[in-house]
């Protein structure tokens, strides 16, 4: 018996002592990286027997995701547990101290472990898991002789920022519903959070609005021209037909929501206001000063003349009306109004532009655009959400509680900063990805610019003078 | 915190998981950049290579060298002082990655030289500063690479100081033009030069007027002056738009967000290039062309030699039938951006979606969108598309501009061009000269500074003009009756002799068996016996007669339809009954039936015009100006005859006729019945379909008839007259019609082909676009038309050619022939050429004493290895092939029993045709196969 039980022992040292490989950080590869991270030598094996240990449907349904891709490329079905067993397996563990989307990953030969507050940490630590994991966890076909292993290491990590989003012009080109579907999953594997949709600009009005029927019949169609630069379309007039276009009905956008609640995704609709609404004015002419018929233009448009009336009440009627609908869409707490790049020149020769300036005890068409947007934050913030806008709107007087997106450069960014406003950093320099990526003469045809990928990396959004508190970032 | 470094690897990793999930990602990254700055001290470009990552493994290579040959891998600046090109890419584990980076880094006469400012660029695009319009470097598209200079709201005026007066005559400003941010071309440049820097005397302009546009566009505006001396050169841009200022406000070029706020009227660089030397070379034909491009490839590190007259037959249109006709061409299915290239009217014509641009505007290198495209480096323009994998080469992009820029002149393809007799050229030895294909041959050897070789010793030439006319070796008899005739016409009467021997028809049928796919057997899988061989007799018989040649093709053709036919005229049309028939059980019969009628198309088309129309059978044709309709109007000459797809075992398919002795008393005295047949039955040509129509084949499919059509014949040869009957008659009557351009020349270039090794046009096959250009046009015209002129006498022109200088000299080459003419494409020697297969074993026969000269009758088998047959059948008919006894061993070759699916196997060694279908050229292969038969 004895001997038996030295053997025992000896075998287990023998084994023991193997040499376990030792991992360096070169073989860590984590975008984004990680707040900290700790390497021990050796590492934990997958293989067909791993179990997954979830204590509520909302972790088994955030594990089914890569138990599924374990599926796909290996054929192993995992099993998921309510206990833990002795070894080799996968648990989340609740901790409510956690910050929202903070998480720690501590992997050991035994087992992996990823302790979070919520659903947000625990996804993000199963990103880094398959980002810890061989690239063939990405097949979506069989592969063999992939050692399934991932080092031992400690993780803790949190992001910088609250806001990490990603803006889709819906408007300029029209996305669906599938390819926005993509896109989220693309944000979540880059541990972004929010996707802002552009769903309005002079060339397309992209949202259903069941009151206003014809912003999609008319507004979201334009004459095709894409085989053109944006900037060489020629004009077009209200009585051509326009086959470009598109647009999400309530329907899918409301899917579309939900699906980014599951990947933590947040998503912000921008209505754009007093500008870039060619496409609205030319569904209702009346939303212009001059009650103008125009058509949905093809491409650039400078400067934006056409914008809403700010002098009429039935304006601001129209765009509670659209908000409402809008509000009734998406949950999240911002709503972005736009509001740049207005060109007054119509509200100086409106009456009753000049008539309201007249009411409100404005100086000038500047102050103007401060009252149309201060009066729309009302609304919004009568709604219980948050108004977002344009550097512009800082022209004129700030809105009391405005987020400002600053994208002429970061000017805009500080100064907002400097009020005492939230600030999210999207300057055209390094945020815009229309852009040239490589040398020009190699490239495809970009609206102009050369913002390189190390260009983008190089950018910090806390610039200057900001606080990390005051800055969030946005591409 | 942001370290780049780091990030730029962890990104790397992420580009293989987005690989992995199938995300389209950017891979600008992976682009190598480069960077010039001038030494202007010694004149040297320093050149940085770079990329986005740091300790990238970049490689280059300079010149012509091949980067995934001899890339070296790039470290420090490289110092250049001379025009180079660079290519350099990113290399992954050896691999180069992502786009290759072809740069040329140009030098001038002005490079690093002084420039005074007259009016002074913006400070906010200033390049390098006061040497930019001096230092080599060209801007990209990006107004922002730190290389251009702009001149804002104001003329661009400046002197370039050349030191000393340097020979100057030409001058190349380079600009770019981006409406969007309001960067515009001048709308004029002019140069003026002095000696003195007080006067100048303006040397050339251009102007242009403002056009909108809505491409990024990099454009040279180059003067072209007579070449002078000169010290100074000043040069002005100058933007006007007048009235075009209403249009802008209208039209809104703005931009959205994106664009920063500026104006600038024009951005310029400049840069002045070498003079080329001028070549003192004429053009002279199509070989002008061979030399240049043979120069350019040793010497393209050096300098590129263009022909100082592009010529667009021999020069632009080879380029453009490889390249450009699979888009642009005849096929209209696939053509792209409704451009055709193949016709004079497509090239000219206005192309675009607004029909307001041109490929091709002749002298205008500017406008021209296939200047443009061909020599954009923007991959998203440049034609052919890099996806197409036709790339053109340095040396015919130049071409091709240099073309235009003289005007573009259209030429119609040479072979569509009825052939004209030209007077024989002036030689400066006509006493060197036989005969007039002597003219022709010296002519162009003069103009090479070459000369004939001296004559063959008379031993030599009586072999090979024995060879060549009758396909057998001399006798001893004969060579010592040539050796001891002193007489002046001593090889004349030689040559007649062999003309008149019966070995001559023997050995012409030869070589018409593979024109005609003759063979014993039916050919497909069970490949069994078929009897053709009494339309062999009539072919030995028609040669040695001398039947002219007219009568020989229309015989064949239409024997059956001229009036009153004979049984002979009728025997010839077995011609077109020699293609395969299938005897497989469960085939679908109709679709054999049109295999039939497609390969009696193909084989008219391929042997009597040179034209590879059976191109078109499922498509127009992509290189020639042939229609799918064409080609089923074509096809439907020979759709007439009321014949089965599938025969059974031991049927003779009809229609055929029978030949008994009685028969060959009467009218068919050449066939050679053995005594031991009583009657043969002959496949031959009969329209007895008569109601049959026939339609277009979509994709070329029997069971998926389109449009009907009628006979017809293809209308770039020659439009089928309405006189002519609209059967094979008619088709025969076009063909030897005064006006059809390709029938004569196709005939005397097989023939040229038979005497000198290589045709005249070496693809005897294809006289279309894709074909080679004859090497001597004049004399190919010339024979063709004396062909005619002279009634189709064949032995005539053959007599022709081995009588000529040129067929009698020595073979025996110079070190320095080889080198000016490896391939003997100018004859300043004897072809040293093989011997076919069947020469080869009848040399053996003769020389042995072995040959039986006997003519016609049934194939024979003589010797081959056994077990071959009953290897390779199907287990029907002819499984085991029983070698003959007696004088059928030692017949001459042509008489060999040939069976389809398996040749007689030592002709084969030796590059005999296959029979399956119509051949006009042989290959010549050297294999140790062949040193194993013999």
Not at chain 1, 93 to 104: G, I, L, M, P, Q
Not at chain 2, 210 to 234: G, H, W
Not at chain 2, 429 to 451: H, M, Q, S
Not at chain 2, 911 to 925: G, L
Request: glycine share 4%.
């Amino acid at each position: 018996m004895k001997l038996k039980i030295f053997l025992l022992i000896w075998l287990l040292f023998a084994i023991s002592c193997s040499k376990p490989k030792v991992y360096t950080e070169k073989d860590i590869q984590i975008i984004p990286q990680p707040v900290e991270v700790k390497i021990q030598p050796d590492e934990f094996k997958f293989d067909q027997n791993t179990k997954f240990v979830v204590s509520n449907d909302e972790q088994k349904k955030l594990a089914s995701e890569l138990v599924n891709k374990f599926q796909k490329a290996t054929g192993w079905e995992f099993e998921m547990l309510d206990i833990a067993p002795k070894n080799n397996f996968v648990q989340f563990v609740n901790d409510d101290n956690f910050k929202s989307e903070a998480y720690t990953l501590v992997v050991t030969s035994n087992n992996i472990t990823i302790t979070a507050g919520g659903m947000a940490g625990f996804l993000y630590g199963l990103e880094t898991i398959k980002q810890l994991l061989p690239l063939e966890i990405e097949s979506s076909q069989l592969v063999s002789n992939v050692d399934w292993v991932i080092p031992n290491i400690e993780i803790k990590d949190e992001p910088r920022f609250k806001w990490r989003g990603l803006m889709l012009d819906l408007s300029r080109h029209f996305f669906d519903k599938n390819y926005i579907k993509k896109t989220i999953d693309r944000l979540a594997m880059h541990k972004m959070n929010v996707l802002h949709l552009h769903l309005v600009d002079d060339q397309g009005w992209r949202i259903e609005i069941k009151k206003y029927p014809k912003l999609t019949e008319i507004g979201s169609w334009r004459v095709d021209q894409e085989d053109k630069h944006w900037n060489a379309r020629a004009a077009v007039s209200p009585d051509q037909k326009g086959t470009y276009g598109g647009f999400l009905t309530q329907n899918d956008l409301k899917e579309i929501v939900q699906y980014a609640q599951s990947k933590n995704v947040d998503v912000v609709p921008e209505i754009e206001m007093p500008a870039h609404v060619t496409s609205a004015i030319a569904s209702y002419p009346y939303l212009s000063c001059f009650n103008n018929q125009v058509a949905v233009p093809s491409g650039g448009v400078w400067p934006l003349t056409d914008i809403y009336c700010a002098g009429k009440e039935t304006t601001f009627e129209f765009l509670e009306n659209v908000l409402l609908e809008v509000m009734e869409i998406f949950p999240s707490k911002y709503i972005h109004i736009g509001g740049d790049e207005a060109t007054k020149t119509n509200w100086k020769k409106c009456p009753h532009c000049q008539k309201r300036i007249k009411e409100e005890g404005l100086n000038n068409v500047e102050e103007l655009q401060s009252y149309f947007v201060k009066r729309m934050e009302r609304f919004i913030n009568s709604n219980g959400k948050k108004l977002i806008g344009w550097d512009e709107i800082l022209e004129g007087g700030l809105a009391p509680d405005a987020t400002v997106m600053s994208w002429r450069g970061v000017k805009g960014g500080i100064e907002a900063a400097e009020q005492g406003h939230d600030v999210i950093m999207t300057p055209g320099t390094h945020c815009y990805f229309d852009h040239y990526q490589g040398p020009q003469n190699h490239e495809p045809l970009a609206i102009g610019g050369f913002t390189p990928l190390s260009k983008v990396y190089q950018f910090d959004p806390v610039v200057e003078t900001m606080n990390e508190e005051e800055a969030a970032l946005e591409s | 915190m942001l370290n780049w470094e780091d990030f730029s690897e962890r990104v790397q990793t992420m580009f293989k998981r987005y690989e992995m999930l199938g995300i389209n990602y950017a891979k600008s990254s992976y682009l190598v950049t480069d960077d010039t700055e001038i030494d202007i001290e010694n004149q040297k470009v320093k050149l940085t290579l770079q990329n986005e990552y740091p300790n990238a493994d970049i490689r280059y290579v300079l010149g012509d060298e091949d980067l995934n040959q001899n890339a070296i891998k790039y470290s420090d600046p490289i110092s250049l002082n001379k025009t180079t090109i660079v290519k350099a890419s990113l290399f992954n584990n050896n691999e180069p990655k992502g786009t290759v980076l072809i740069d040329t880094i140009r030098f001038h006469k002005a490079v690093a030289k002084k420039v005074k400012y007259l009016t002074s660029y913006s400070e906010r695009y200033s390049g390098s500063g006061e040497f930019n319009m001096t230092n080599t470097l060209r801007g990209t598209k990006n107004f922002h690479d730190g290389k251009w200079q702009a001149w804002l709201n104001r003329d661009m005026e400046l002197i370039i100081d050349l030191n000393t007066p340097q020979a100057i005559q030409q001058v190349k400003v380079g600009s770019m033009e981006n409406q969007g941010p309001s960067i515009f071309f001048p709308t004029a440049v002019i140069v003026s030069i002095s000696n003195d820097d007080e006067t100048y005397q303006e040397v050339g302009r251009i102007e242009r007027d403002f056009a909108m546009n809505s491409d990024i566009e990099l454009k040279d505006f180059t003067i072209d002056f007579a070449e002078q001396d000169v010290r100074f050169i000043k040069v002005k841009a100058v933007f006007i738009i007048n009235k075009t200022v209403n249009m802008f406000k209208i039209k809104d070029i703005k931009s959205f967000r994106l664009v920063l706020y500026f104006v600038i009227p024009f951005v310029l660089l400049l840069f002045i290039k070498y003079a080329f030397s001028k070549s003192n070379e004429k053009y002279q034909s199509l070989n002008e062309n061979f030399q240049a491009k043979e120069i350019s490839k040793t010497d393209r590190k050096e300098n590129i030699i263009l022909p100082d007259t592009v010529d667009y037959i021999f020069h632009v249109k080879p380029i453009l039938s490889d390249r450009c006709y699979s888009c642009h061409g005849p096929d209209e299915n696939v053509r792209e951006a409704g451009l055709r290239l193949d016709t004079k009217e497509g090239a000219y014509a206005a192309i675009g979606e607004h029909l307001d641009k041109y490929a091709i505007i002749p002298g205008d290198t500017q406008l021209s969108q296939l200047v443009f495209r061909i020599n954009t480096a923007d991959e998203e323009k440049r034609m052919p598309p890099v996806t197409s994998n036709l790339a053109l080469t340095q040396y015919e992009k130049l071409l091709l501009t240099k073309w235009v820029e003289q005007g573009a002149v259209w030429k119609d393809h040479w072979a569509f061009v009825p052939p004209v007799k030209k007077d024989l050229p002036k030689i400066s030895n006509p006493e060197l000269a036989n005969n007039p294909v002597d003219y022709f041959i010296i002519k162009k050897l003069e103009e090479k500074n070459l000369t004939l070789s001296r004559p063959a010793s008379k031993e030599k030439l009586i072999r090979r003009v024995s060879f060549d006319l009758t396909g057998l070796p001399p006798t001893l008899n004969d060579l010592d009756v040539f050796l001891n005739d002193s007489s002046e016409n001593a090889y004349e009467k030689v040559v007649d002799r062999l003309l008149n021997s019966p070995a001559y028809g023997e050995h012409m049928a030869s070589n018409w068996l593979d024109v005609a796919r003759y063979a014993d057997t039916h050919g497909y899988q069970d490949d069994l016996e078929r009897v053709m061989w009494p339309w062999r007799d009539w072919v030995i018989s028609a040669f040695n007669r001398n039947l002219p040649y007219d009568q020989f093709i229309e015989w064949q053709l239409a024997g059956d339809l001229l009036p009153n036919a004979t049984l002979e005229q009728i025997v010839a049309t077995g011609f077109n009954r020699n293609h395969k028939i299938t005897q497989e059980g469960g085939v679908i019969d109709e679709e054999y039936r049109v295999e039939y009628v497609l390969d009696r198309t193909n084989t008219t088309s391929k042997a009597l015009l040179g034209l590879t129309m059976e191109c078109a059978q499922c498509h127009d044709h992509k290189f020639d100006p042939i229609s799918q309709n064409e080609y089923y109007s074509f096809y439907s000459f020979f759709n007439k005859v009321d014949e089965k797809g599938r025969i059974e075992y031991d049927e003779i398919p009809e229609p055929n006729i029978t030949i008994t002795p009685k028969e060959i008393e009467a009218a068919l005295s050449f066939v050679h019945l053995p005594d031991s047949i009583d009657q043969v039955k002959l496949m031959v040509m009969k329209d007895n379909a008569l109601d049959r129509k026939t339609f277009v084949l979509k994709r070329g499919a029997y069971d998926a008839p389109t449009d009907e059509v009628e006979p017809n014949a293809p209308n770039i040869v020659l439009p089928f007259s309405e006189e002519y009957p609209k059967n094979r008659l008619g088709l025969a009557n076009w063909l030897f019609d005064e006006n059809n351009s390709l029938t004569a020349r196709v005939a005397v270039n097989r023939l040229w082909q038979q005497i000198f090794g290589v045709g005249i046009v070496s693809t005897s096959s294809d006289f279309g676009n894709q074909g080679d250009l004859p090497t001597h046009p004049e004399l190919l015209d010339w024979l063709a038309v004396t062909y005619r002129e002279e009634g189709w006498d064949t032995k005539k022109i053959l007599k022709l050619l081995v009588m000529s200088s040129t067929y009698q000299q020595s073979s025996k080459i110079t070190p320095e022939l080889f080198e000016v003419d490896p391939e003997n494409k100018y004859l300043a020697r004897s072809n040293r050429d093989k011997l076919s297969a069947e020469m080869i074993r009848d040399n053996a026969l003769q020389v042995s004493g072995l040959l039986v000269n006997k003519i016609g009758g049934p194939s024979v088998k003589p010797y081959q290895p056994e077990g071959l047959w009953e290897e390779t059948t199907s287990g029907q008919g002819l499984t085991k092939y029983i070698m003959d006894a007696g004088e059928n061993l030692y017949r001459r070759s042509l008489y060999t029993f040939w069976k389809r699916t398996v040749p007689p196997p030592a002709m084969m060694t030796f590059d005999a045709a296959t029979r399956d279908f119509c051949s006009v050229k042989r290959q010549k292969t050297s294999t140790p196969l062949q040193a194993l038969v013999m």
